[in-house]
């Protein structure tokens, strides 16, 4: 069983990642408000962007770039744009570019970083956060960035120490990027098996975002690793009143209900796991989760025929 709830915190991990990434700032340089061709075209590719329009941005950037080839801050956009469209390999190029051009860019850095990060290359992004680090130390990102790398690799207490330094360094008003880190922080506490922890800090996540259908779900997880099927049966349901697709959601809760006692109720939640498993393309997962709930069913018809022959021998 625990198999279920260690392949359920990796997948949230990875939803977690996309969440905060897509939330942080498109562009760092300011706009140029100049008459010249290059930075017309700039201007107007930066305003696409804002309105997620990332293939005519990325148009806009390449035209600048042939007014002008060492035109660092277009390549540093036109990273990003790639990176918007997961065309990681076009957008570390474009990053190498504008840090040829301009070598102290932290937001190629970051971006590099992020783009490795997808990639599976998560010593790559570490590296490029470090550089991002030594030239712009207050700045939350790229701790938050590199605790999730680590966290990728198996370093759960080196990650733990880089959403600390987020978590000093992020502002106070941003309750949902906190949210963010805390749900993070509370997985590695997990990995760790310091449940008390983890969920502390999937509490605190849900304090500061009550629509975070992730902490709910992490929290119900801890609930269930605690011993605690009630605690994760509430959790789970919280995390689906948000997210009601959540074929792990499901497939969990049906778990927790079957240690309950609670078979009908875990049968239509495996139920569920199954088809929503196979409309998202998760065809062996969905597999799997059949034959859990084909065991269950078996379980329940021989126990049925056990009261039968018990009650007849009654009569």
Do not use: W
């Amino acid at each position: 069983m625990s198999r279920f709830y260690r392949f359920m915190l990796n997948f949230y991990i990875a939803v977690a990642l996309v969440c905060l990434f897509l939330t942080s700032p498109a562009y760092s340089l300011s706009i140029l408000d100049t008459q010249i061709p290059e930075d017309n075209l700039f201007k107007l590719g930066i305003e696409k962007m804002q309105h997620g329009s990332y293939p005519e941005a990325i148009q806009d950037f390449t035209e600048a770039i042939k007014l002008k080839n060492d035109f660092a801050p277009a390549y540093s956009n036109r990273c990003l744009a790639y990176l918007q469209l997961a065309d990681y390999q076009n957008a570390i190029a474009n990053c190498n570019q504008a840090l040829k051009f301009m070598p102290n860019n932290v937001e190629a850095y970051l971006n590099r970083g992020l783009a490795y990060y997808r990639q599976g290359d998560y010593q790559a992004a570490i590296a490029d956060n470090n550089q991002f680090i030594l030239l712009k130390p207050n700045d939350f990102r790229a701790y938050y960035n590199r605790g999730l790398a680590h966290a990728m690799l198996g370093n759960h207490q080196q990650a733990i120490s880089d959403y600390n330094l987020a978590l000093t360094n992020i502002s106070q008003s941003s309750s949902l990027l906190k949210a963010d880190v805390y749900n993070d922080r509370g997985l590695a506490h997990f990995e760790l098996l310091d449940l008390k922890a983890a969920m502390l800090d999937f509490s605190e996540a849900i304090r500061l975002n009550p629509n975070n259908y992730r902490a709910y779900y992490n929290r119900g997880c801890a609930c269930g690793r605690s011993g605690d099927p009630s605690c994760a049966v509430k959790d789970f349901t919280e995390s689906l009143k948000l997210n009601p697709i959540n074929a792990q959601a499901y497939l969990n809760r049906g778990i927790a209900y079957h240690q309950l006692g609670h078979e009908q109720a875990a049968i239509a939640d495996l139920q569920k796991a199954v088809e929503y498993f196979a409309q998202q393309g998760e065809a062996k997962t969905s597999e799997k989760t059949f034959l859990l709930l084909k065991s269950l069913q078996q379980q329940l018809s021989f126990l049925s025929e056990i009261a039968l022959v018990e009650c007849g021998g009654q009569l």
